[in-house]
């Protein structure tokens, strides 16, 4: 980043850049310009939408299609490769337009760098296009700008400024010039700069240009991210297993029929073509499809609460993860500062409400209930106030403008019916001592009902307690001073990570005109202190607590102050009241063995940077977990981008945050964050189920070829009434399939272990159960039609692909659920799944009547009581599975019982 300018003195900084106080000329600010290029981040790198496109022919699963596509031409069989090839078009379709929709639905400029500047150019004071600042520009900055470039501040009246989106730090932080020691103080330690992207909460300051552009801790977060690797989604890693299953299965069973075939004597021709069917039965052809919609119908769910997939495959990534490692302000917390403790001489209040909302209460927690010094001191606050506060009267919406910390001083005083400008217009303000750090409080001087000048005091509590000589009493009534007890209870409030301030009100000495600049006060009254905290959302305990229920860890990685994040971790639950809280500064001296073992143990980092934030993410992902990070300000780009699924928030985050997301909450609510999770486990679910139907009945069909070849029969279906099958009946089935519901309880479950395969030893056992009864069935059946019964190969096949249509509409009753009994799992739970299984045996019947598919599919009609029959005998898959359902339940009830 080059020089330490932090640690240089004004004089040093404006020589090491060639400046002066007067600026640089407009010559050499050009030559900068050229030589350094524009103040700006360059923009992401935007996806085009032939790459989009093309990504949806990536895959192990999707290249086992075309392969099976191509072969089937080069074997002459035009229909398999058709069929195939519609498949592919029409999942590349879906998801080039889901993806598509969601790339336009977030905003992604980078627009925190885009403003203009007021800078000194040749002594003569000039507003710019900031993007046009070069190293060693003088800038003027004042109260609500936001800065333009990295600077050092070379002189400042009050200056506070909002480094939140950068640093993660909650409160403002006051700025001075005075060079520091430090020359490796990270950049929330440096409070002689200023850093791009921030902006000035109060004050005005000049600043000396140090970076532009990517130079700048902005653009070296930016730069960052181009380097870090992109964590996968759990989906994406359980599919690619699946998938190399798939391919290794295929293979081998088309070897092992090939040699079943050629050593029962059948001739090679027709035993490789039989090969081809094969694989033919075993590709879940329909997978790929009905995966993309799963995920699109969970993408449109999450979207209707709040929570924006840019990648379709992300989808369930919340849904798997096993840990979130959340920033603290904006995203547990409002990023707004709030009134939470009022404590005057005798008693201590607590005031209700969070944020800007105007809702809320006093009430006492200890001493006095009724007490005349919390309305004192909330009107004598609200007079020494330079913040401003409007309600809209058509929204309801609050405004406000100034200091964070007068702002919430001013939305106390409309829970107690106090507003500033009532006072001012009663009690008319005749002087102001405005804040400043040298002084440490702020006083207002305003003419009371006698004629005289009183003044209100408030700032910083020591200072605040030395200027006064007695205490208000709750009856309204002056009391002696209890100062040691004033500091106890002050320390007691910080210790909570709340910032204090004390406020006082007197009588003014002497007579005061406008244009004075008054003494400070003396012999004041003490009202008491008011503290204050950035607080939890009102949601964000009780998505904590639906986390801890669903088994997902929370940890958090904050900048703010350890004492803070402690607090409201603690707050929230996340932590209990002993917990250890490691910094920034703990984390750089750890070795990596130490990091992985204090990573197990913590829950709470402070004061971290985004390298820490980073180090933590690889650290998790190193011990197995599935990982989402979830944050707003610039600083939490790199670790959203490492973790497995990066959540950013939508409304308060940086567009930096949000391009490195591949999730973005909209509403900015932590609770959507736990509807996430539950849509996700929901879309992993129901990718399961499809996984199940496709597979298990692809297996039995192949185990049906296997049986029919070593009986000495001829095959049972062509290779395209297979694909009919497997596309045209049950792709209907798996549309319905992706449109279930949540089962109950799927937020009380733990998250299935990362390393769990999709085809875990559930659906093996399923599949083996499911794939006997179906191979078993179609088999038998094909060998009782023609050996038995005397039917033609024609009508037997007929029959038997009748067969298997009913076993697939009867055994998606089988996947909607792998525990819950089918009897007690209504369909009407389901109407689209329903719907979508009479839609598919309409469409078998239909193409059973009508000539074209007759004459392409080797169709007739059938009798109704040979349909019931075939009825019957697709029943017997839903028997086994409810029996081995029934074996599952028993076992389970048995290890609770022992």
């Known amino acids: 980043m080059g020089q330490a300018f932090h640690t240089l003195s ?294 209707s609460r709040g929570v924006l997939v840019r990648r379709l495959e992300a989808v369930e990534g919340l849904g798997s993860c096993t840990v979130i490692c959340t920033d603290k302000t904006g995203t547990l917390t409002m990023n707004q500062l709030t009134v939470n403790r009022i404590a005057t001489a005798s008693a201590l209040h607590e005031v209700s409400g969070a944020g800007y909302s105007l809702d809320g209460e ?67 303000e005749v002087a102001v001592l405005p804040f400043e750090s040298e002084r440490q409080f702020a006083a207002s001087y305003v003419r009371d009902d006698d004629g005289g000048v009183v003044v209100h005091v408030k700032g910083a509590p020591e200072r605040i307690l030395a200027m006064c000589t007695d205490a208000l009493g709750p009856d309204g009534s002056s009391r002696k001073l209890d100062a040691e007890a004033m500091r106890t209870r002050l320390q007691d409030l910080s210790s909570q990570g709340l910032r204090v301030l004390g406020v006082a009100r007197g009588k003014a000495h002497g007579e005061i005109a406008g244009s004075d600049v008054p003494e400070p006060p003396h012999d004041l009254t003490f009202l008491g202190l008011i503290a204050m905290r950035d607080a939890p959302r009102l949601e964000a305990k009780q998505a904590i607590q639906a986390c801890h229920d669903a088994s997902v860890r929370i940890i958090v990685a904050t900048g703010d102050h350890a004492l803070t994040a402690a607090a409201v971790a603690r707050e929230l639950g996340i932590v209990g009241e002993d917990a250890k809280v490691l910094t920034g500064h703990d984390v750089e001296k750890m070795t990596d063995k130490e990091f992985e073992q204090a990573v197990r143990e913590v829950s709470v980092f402070a004061r971290v940077t985004p390298i820490h934030k980073l180090r933590l993410v690889r650290t998790l992902e190193a011990q197995g977990e599935l990982v989402a990070m979830t944050g707003d300000g610039a600083n939490d780009a790199g670790a959203l981008k490492a973790a497995h699924i990066g959540v950013a928030m939508g409304l308060r985050g940086t567009d930096v945050a949000k391009e490195a997301a591949r999730v973005v909450i909209t509403d900015d609510n932590f609770a959507s964050i736990v509807a996430g999770i539950e849509e996700g486990r929901i879309v992993h679910d129901n990718v399961r189920n499809v996984v199940a139907l496709l597979v298990m009945t692809g297996v039995g069909e192949v185990l049906a070829i296997l049986l029919t070849i070593l009986m000495g029969l001829p095959m049972p279906m062509t290779a395209v009434q297979l694909l009919w099958a497997n596309l045209a009946t049950e792709g209907l089935q798996v549309i319905g399939l992706a449109l279930e519901p949540g089962a109950h309880g799927i937020l009380k479950r733990a998250p299935r272990p990362p390393d769990e395969r999709i085809f875990n030893g559930l659906m093996l056992q399923r599949t083996l159960i499911v794939s006997l009864v179906v191979g078993g069935s179609i088999a038998g059946s094909y060998w009782y039609l023609l050996k038995v019964a005397g039917y033609s190969q024609f009508a037997a096949s007929n029959l038997v692909l009748l067969l298997l249509v009913l076993i697939e509409n009867v055994h998606i009753g089988n996947c909607r659920d792998e525990h819950r009994s089918g009897f007690v799992n209504s369909p009407l739970r389901n109407p689209w799944l329903l719907g979508a299984a009479l839609l598919a045996q309409g469409v078998h019947l239909l193409a059973m009547n009508w000539g074209p598919t007759q004459e392409l599919l080797n169709l007739e009609p059938v009798h109704f009581m040979t349909w019931l029959a075939m009825f019957g005998i697709s029943l017997s898959v839903f028997a086994a599975v409810e029996l081995h359902k029934l074996w599952l339940w028993w076992r389970e009830s048995a290890k609770r019982r022992t």
């Open 10 to 303: 004004v004089e040093q900084s404006l020589a090491g850049l060639g400046s002066s106080l007067d600026g640089l000329s407009v010559a050499e600010a050009r030559a900068r310009l050229q030589r350094d290029g524009r103040n700006e981040l360059p923009p992401p790198k935007r996806t085009s939408w032939i790459i989009i496109l093309l990504r949806q022919f990536a895959g192990p699963l999707i290249a086992v299609l075309i392969a099976a596509a191509v072969v089937s031409v080069f074997l002459n069989e035009p229909g398999d490769a058709a069929f195939i090839g519609i498949v592919l078009v029409f999942n590349a379709l879906i998801g080039f337009f889901q993806e598509v929709k969601a790339e336009r639905e977030i905003i992604r400029l980078f627009a925190l760098m885009r403003t203009t500047a007021r800078v000194e150019r040749e002594d003569e004071l000039r507003e710019v296009d900031a993007a046009e600042l070069v190293a060693g520009d003088v800038v003027w900055l004042e109260s609500g700008a936001r800065v333009p470039a990295d600077m050092r501040i070379v002189q400042e009246r009050d200056v506070t400024v909002d480094e939140a989106a950068l640093t993660g730090e909650s409160l403002p932080v006051s700025k001075t010039t005075a060079p520091l020691a430090n020359a490796d103080a990270i950049p929330a330690e440096r409070t002689n700069m200023l850093f791009a992207g921030t902006s000035v909460t109060r004050g005005r300051a000049i600043g000396l240009v140090t970076a532009t552009g990517v130079r700048t801790e902005l653009g070296e977060v930016a730069r960052e991210l181009e380097t870090t690797r992109r964590g996968k989604p759990p989906l994406v890693m359980r599919i690619e297993k699946l998938s190399k299953q798939v391919a290794v299965g295929t293979v081998v069973g088309c070897l092992l029929v090939f040699g079943v075939g050629v050593a029962r004597g059948f001739p090679v021709a027709e035993t490789f073509l039989m090969g081809v069917a094969l694989a033919v039965a075993a590709i879940p052809e329909g997978l790929p499809v009905a995966i993309t919609l799963a995920l699109a119908v969970g993408l449109k769910r999450m979207a």
């Open 362 to 428: 006093v009430r006492p927690l200890e001493g006095e209930g009724n007490d005349a010094a919390v309305e004192a001191l909330v009107r004598s606050a609200c007079f020494a106030n330079e913040a401003t506060l409007a309600r809209d009267e058509h929204s309801g919406d609050v405004h406000v403008s100034g200091d964070p910390t007068d702002v919430a001083v001013l939305v106390a005083g409309r829970k107690l019916g106090v507003r500033r400008e009532h006072l001012i217009e009663h009690s008319p």
